[in-house]
């Protein structure tokens, strides 16, 4: 018994200082995150695209944070994508810590936010990809086509996805 504690405050422990910890977030272009999502292939990638001045984004980035933190090292692997002008890192970077999303992979797109949406051919954001373990698009859930969540939409597709 006393094992079985042991090992559940320890991993609670790494748990909570992977979301303790700085926020980085990596300045990159439209190619280097498509280099980056193919880098993970065998694994099911989300990637939620999102802003720090979009309130749907951040009422549902939560949701996000957790599902990294539940398929973390179960080949999942989440990646935020900040829509941003360029500059705006550190701002990103704060709402990533108030976020607790230390333990996410977190980019800023360099090309501003008009040229982010023109390339992701989106309106409007919250935006989330999921890619299946051959690096193929599976879905894209958009707030403005259809009203989705994390645990209804998202994390299912996931779970297919790994064949769990």
């Known amino acids: 018994?006393?094992?079985?504690?042991?090992?559940?405050?320890?991993?609670?422990g790494v748990f909570a200082r992977a979301q303790d910890k700085d926020v980085e977030v990596k300045p990159v272009s439209y190619a280097d995150l498509g280099k980056a999502i193919r880098a993970h292939k065998g694994k099911v990638v989300v990637v939620d695209l999102?802003?720090?001045w979009c309130v749907p984004c951040i009422k549902k980035f939560p949701a996000f944070v957790a599902l990294e933190a539940k398929y973390r090292g179960k080949d999942g692997v989440c990646i935020s994508v900040a829509?941003?002008?360029?500059?705006?890192?550190?701002?990103?970077?704060?709402?990533?810590?108030?976020?607790?999303?230390?333990?996410?992979?977190?980019?800023?797109?360099?090309h501003g936010k008009a040229a982010n949406f023109e390339k992701f051919a989106v309106e409007t954001i919250p935006v989330v990809f999921v890619f299946d373990k051959?690096?193929?698009?599976?879905?894209?859930?958009?707030?403005?086509?259809?009203?989705?969540?994390?645990?209804?939409d998202v994390e299912p597709l996931v779970v297919k996805l790994l064949g769990k």
């Open 1 to 12: 018994m006393r094992t079985v504690v042991a090992i559940t405050l320890l991993a609670f």
């Open 134 to 152: 051959e690096n193929r698009r599976a879905a894209r859930f958009a707030e403005d086509e259809k009203p989705f969540t994390y645990e209804d």
């Open 83 to 110: 829509s941003e002008d360029p500059g705006d890192g550190p701002k990103a970077a704060g709402w990533l810590k108030k976020l607790k999303a230390g333990a996410v992979t977190n980019y800023l797109l360099a």
């Open 50 to 52: 999102w802003g720090s």
